[in-house]
T-cell receptor
């Protein structure tokens, strides 16, 4: 079974600085998706960024980028120029490419605080 | 706005009672997923439906049941409620099994259940 591990329960960053959130996963599949979701205090689940495993190029969305290391099964999220609005719980998630079921499997989350 | 609608947003009930949570997926999405998020916990997968049929089961209690109707909306029924069932229940949708539109799940705002 696939698993997702986030080893940093909490992180803190100064406004305008850069922070990296870590995520590792385990799977025997070769094709899959990886995601970072953000959950602010409103508790809404917001997609931050996605990565398809077959793509070697790391995904980037504005100030958010990932470092995808397929062989190491590592998928970290880098937030540049951190803003107060980035403060939230961040979940790393895995999803099979297809198959009988393709539910999203979440890590336990990293709570990010942004200091002014 | 993700396009996924959940009702009610908040629900307070007593132990032993039964409640029904409703989810309308995004237009065109065939799969519905239910997740439970207890206080300070990650997201636990409960169940998935695809085009009216159960596709996968996760950590769903026998007291809980779900279904997806011909119009693709879904209901999650929680019965014989216990204090520990208090949680945020998310519904998410996607086009279906596979790759379409980037593979992400779109989440509703959740239904917050409080059992007293």
């Amino acid at each position: 079974a696939q698993t997702v591990t986030q080893s940093q329960p909490e992180m803190s960053v100064q406004e305008a600085e850069t922070v990296t959130l870590s995520c590792t996963y385990d799977t025997s599949e070769s094709d899959y998706y990886l995601f970072w979701y953000k959950q602010p205090p409103s508790r809404q689940m917001i997609l931050v960024i996605r990565q398809e495993a077959y793509k070697q190029q790391n995904a980037t969305e504005n100030r958010f980028s990932v470092n995808f290391q397929k062989a190491a099964k590592s998928f970290s999220l880098k937030i540049s120029d951190s803003q107060l609005g980035d403060a939230a719980m961040y979940f790393c998630a895995y999803r099979n490419y297809g198959g009988a079921t393709n539910k999203l499997i979440f890590g336990t989350g990293t709570l990010l605080a942004v200091q002014p | 706005d993700s396009g996924v609608t959940q009702t009610p947003k908040h629900l307070i009930t007593a132990t032993g009672q039964r409640v029904t949570l409703r989810c309308s997926p995004r237009s065109g999405d065939l799969s519905v997923y239910w997740y439970q998020q207890s206080l300070d916990q990650g997201l636990q997968f409960l169940i998935q439906y695809y085009n009216g049929e159960e596709r996968a089961k996760g950590n769903i209690l026998e007291r809980f049941s779900a279904q997806q109707f011909p119009d693709l909306h879904s209901e999650l029924n929680l019965s014989s409620l216990e204090l520990g069932d208090s949680a945020l229940y998310f519904c998410a949708s996607s086009v279906g099994g596979g790759l379409a539109r980037g593979g992400e799940l779109f989440f509703g705002e959740g239904s917050r259940l409080t059992v007293l």
